[in-house]
């Protein structure tokens, strides 16, 4: 039979683990940002973030394989903290269209604010790396939560599960137009093609042509 104050113990010891190594993911993460922030994605090399976050260049491997899965860990902090957003404020707008707007003002307000990260991270979503799908699947279902719930008016269920399907076949599809014609834009907006309120006005239109578009009668109807 265990031993109660050895069990209390092994608890503690495993709390405190935890802890640790939760502070260290931070370091990493964050030293990560820094250097994105400084230089972009090229900056982002494993071997500097481990010096800068101060552990070994082992330790970090084991946390984050590559520089594409550091960035996505980041890019998936990023949604979730507007989605935490949208749930507590709401979004502005009378229609859906308008809700639509407000939503992707808000992400790309978020993304513009920091370029040079904003930039690495774009990379890292389009690029991605062996064993990243996961976190690249995890930020697109965030966005399709969003975008759902900003067409239906309501607000985004931030406990609920990613695997589990958000709305209807119809909301879904054009939550998937909508994410690409914004990450379209922004990849222009990257390269240097187009000002930052450039993706706004697109995605602004192509709400208004979708959502327009299905109040319009069906040809022969």
Avoid: C
């Avoid at 405190?16 to 990493?28: E, G, K, V």
């Avoid at 979004?91 to 604010?113: K, P, Q, W």
Wanted: net charge positive; aromatic share 6%.
């Amino acid at each position: 039979m265990a031993n109660p104050a050895s069990t209390r113990g092994e608890k503690g010891g495993g709390a405190r683990l935890a802890t640790s190594q939760a502070r260290r993911m931070r370091r990493i993460v964050d030293a990560a940002i820094q250097l994105a922030d400084e230089g972009g994605f090229e900056a982002v090399r494993l071997r500097d973030v481990a010096e800068a976050a101060d552990v070994a260049l082992g330790t970090l491997y084991k946390y984050f394989p590559s520089k594409e899965e550091l960035l996505l860990f980041v890019v998936n902090e990023g949604t979730e903290r507007l989605e935490r957003f949208v749930a507590k404020r709401g979004l502005r707008g009378d229609d859906a269209s308008e809700r639509i707007a407000d939503l992707f003002a808000h992400a790309t307000r978020g993304v513009s604010a920091r370029p040079d990260l904003s930039r690495a991270a774009l990379r890292a979503i389009a690029v991605g790396s062996p064993g990243s799908e996961l976190k690249v699947a995890a930020f697109h279902l965030r966005m399709t939560r969003l975008s759902v719930a900003a067409l239906r008016g309501e607000t985004p269920d931030v406990e609920r599960p990613l695997s589990e399907p958000v709305g209807s076949d119809w909301e879904r599809r054009v939550a998937l137009v909508l994410e690409q014609v914004w990450f379209s834009a922004l990849l222009a907006w990257a390269s240097g093609l187009n000002p930052v309120r450039t993706v706004s006005e697109r995605i602004r239109d192509a709400a208004r042509l979708l959502l327009e578009s299905e109040r319009q009668p069906r040809r022969g109807s």
